[in-house]
């Protein structure tokens, strides 16, 4: 407990990731064959030069790699939720 303010405090226990490596590639397997049997490809939008350029010119400069290219893809034809796509992202990403 802590004098000062009478809260008491834990400690921490080291950061754990949520997800092992085979759940994130778990993700990936499924991301594309979720895509494969809906027939969703990653295939450029008129507007992706427009949001690369704002990007960089922000120093936001965010590059996509295969598996959340197809998880966007999947969010786009409406087989997972923005929510859903984040979150597979996230943990993906972990």
């Known amino acids: 407990m802590s004098a000062a303010t009478g809260v008491m405090v834990s400690k921490r226990s080291p950061k754990t990731s949520l997800f092992s490596d085979q759940q994130i590639r778990q993700i990936a397997e499924w991301a594309q064959s979720t895509?494969?049997?809906w027939g969703i490809s990653v295939r450029p939008m008129p507007n992706d030069k427009f949001v690369k350029a704002v990007s960089r010119l922000s120093d936001g400069v965010v590059d996509l790699d295969?598996?959340?290219e197809?998880?966007?893809a999947l969010g786009r034809a409406g087989i997972i939720t923005?929510?859903?796509r984040g979150?597979?992202?996230?943990?993906y990403l972990r």
């Open 66 to 68: 295969s598996v959340e």
């Open 35 to 37: 895509a494969r049997q």
């Open 87 to 91: 979150l597979l992202q996230v943990h």
């Open 70 to 72: 197809l998880l966007v």
């Open 82 to 84: 923005s929510f859903q």
